[in-house]
């Protein structure tokens, strides 16, 4: 059972940046694919990046402004967030998870949560 502890999140001005952080405990790492998903208030749950041992996803609306990071030897996945926009505020998920390719920007494809950390951008 793979326990994920998320931290960061905040209130932050349009244009700022904000890092999040995911620490995992209870299994192995670095066999799991390490995703991050968020959900705005009365909205669905939604993709936001995904990271492998060998390569990066990224919805298009944060392509450029957001970096998911993974660091196996902390047990780590981080989210560095730049440029953030009034649309990025959420409730942001870490999830831990062995999806085939297809299914790694759906929620389905995910074992494990964070508890969700909210991140409100706002002048």
């Known amino acids: 059972q793979v326990q994920l502890v998320q931290s960061g999140g905040g209130l932050v001005q349009p244009g700022g940046s904000l890092r999040l952080s995911c620490a995992a405990s209870?299994?192995?790492?670095?066999?799991?694919?390490m995703g991050w998903f968020r959900q705005a208030p009365g909205k669905e749950r939604e993709f936001v990046a995904a990271i492998t041992t060998s390569g990066t996803a990224y919805r298009d609306s944060v392509e450029g402004r957001f970096t998911i990071s993974r660091y196996n030897d902390k047990n780590t996945v981080s989210l560095q967030m730049t440029a953030l926009k009034p649309d990025d505020t959420a409730l942001y998920y870490c999830a831990a998870g062995r999806p085939p390719t297809y299914r790694r920007r759906s929620e389905s494809g995910y074992d494990y949560w964070g508890q969700g950390i909210q991140v409100t951008v706002s002048s």
């Open positions: 209870g299994g192995a790492f670095s066999p799991y694919v």
